[in-house]
């Protein structure tokens, strides 16, 4: 994150994380402070149930 806004300039950065994916969620929000301003409903159909991005 500190090459991207300080070297690269950037802005905002995005990320995707299934919701059942929690130690990737947990990472992103809680240690690195993003925030989660949406979720794709019913994104992805894996074991006969659908997930959120």
């Known amino acids: 994150m500190k090459y991207a806004f ?3 300039q950037l802005h905002r950065l995005e990320g995707d994380i299934l919701e059942h ?3 990737s969620s947990n990472l992103f929000l809680k ?13 992805a159909y894996r074991n006969n149930r659908y997930y959120d991005r």
């Not at 240690?31 to 994104?43: L, N, T």
């Open 6 to 8: 300080e070297e690269l």
């Open 21 to 23: 994916n929690v130690p």
């Open 31 to 43: 240690k690195c402070g993003w925030v989660e301003e949406g979720r794709k409903r019913d994104y």
